[in-house]
């Protein structure tokens, strides 16, 4: 399939007091780092934290382990269990609340039917009316011990504005940036009052897919520099993803640089190697 620079732009545009080691330093610090002594991270976000691959569905699908992604490396680096609750098509609306449009994780524009109706996530949730943010909150009241939690989405609120306009999103890029920035800090919010969770929350930025298409470049700086502004309001760290691949790719296609999955927009394990390292970066500060 080819991917116009439009597409490009937009598709890539716990506890109810945390235990010590996930908590606030005693001197009114920041966050004191995951102590890599057991404990849990918790993941949220779409298809890219899922380690979701394109192409037909076969029966890999049928068991989520099949599909690596980077909280599993992260989890395994920092010696924490991984709760993996991303779901592949995933938006920001829908991560609120799962009855908004997604694109594929509960519903598509074309069924009523999603991702989660026909194959397993990394995690159980508790019903098909649980959105993955009610996953998180839940998650973080119930168990003390997650010391970690990433938010990777918005790609897919691109996805959905290409679908439903004339100009393929062009004109309306600017609202979707708008409300993905909304959104991640709403969930980001509840994260820390609703759920009370005060440890150490990374949000992942996107890639692009053409560094040299300077219509794909703005466009995804665009919509990370809204991600950036959630992640700020609410004491956040952030891992850059944007940089990293465009450092690989020499300034042009992250694909031909063994990133990106060819003729797809998905990480390839190298790629997925390269978000865990941002991850990480982020973390060390």
Do not use: K
């Not at 779901?87 to 609306?93: F, H, I, K, N, V």
């Not at 011990?145 to 938010?151: F, Y």
């Amino acid at each position: 399939m080819s991917l116009s620079s439009v597409q490009r732009a937009v598709l890539l545009t716990a506890a109810v007091l945390a235990t010590v080691s996930c908590s606030s330093s005693d001197d009114g610090g920041s966050p004191a780092a995951p102590s890599s002594e057991g404990g849990a991270y918790l993941a949220l976000g779409d298809s890219v934290p899922f380690g979701y691959r394109g192409g037909e569905r076969s029966s890999e699908y049928e068991e989520a382990g099949n599909f690596t992604g980077y909280p599993e490396l992260v989890g395994d680096e920092l010696g924490l269990e991984v709760l993996n609750a991303a779901c592949p098509g995933e938006t920001t609306a829908s991560l609120l609340d799962a009855t908004a449009q997604s694109n594929g994780c509960e519903n598509s524009r074309t069924s009523p039917d999603g991702f989660r109706d026909d194959y397993p996530l990394h995690v159980g949730y508790a019903s098909a009316e649980q959105s993955q943010l009610d996953y998180a909150v839940e998650t973080l009241t119930t168990r003390r011990d997650v010391e970690l939690v990433t938010l990777q989405v918005g790609a897919n609120d691109g996805f959905l504005c290409q679908a439903t306009t004339a100009d393929r999103c062009s004109a309306d890029l600017d609202v979707v940036v708008d409300t993905v920035g909304e959104n991640v800090a709403t969930a980001l919010d509840a994260l820390r009052t609703e759920a009370g969770y005060d440890g150490r929350i990374v949000v992942v930025t996107y890639y692009s897919l053409d560094y040299a298409d300077e219509t794909t470049t703005t466009g995804v700086e665009r919509l990370n520099t809204a991600l950036v502004s959630a992640a700020e309001s609410a004491d956040a760290e952030v891992a850059d993803a944007f940089d990293p691949f465009a450092t690989r790719a020499a300034g042009g296609s992250p694909v031909d640089a063994g990133l990106v999955l060819p003729d797809d927009v998905h990480p390839t394990e190298e790629g997925q190697r390269l978000l865990a390292d941002a991850v990480i970066s982020a973390l060390d500060g």
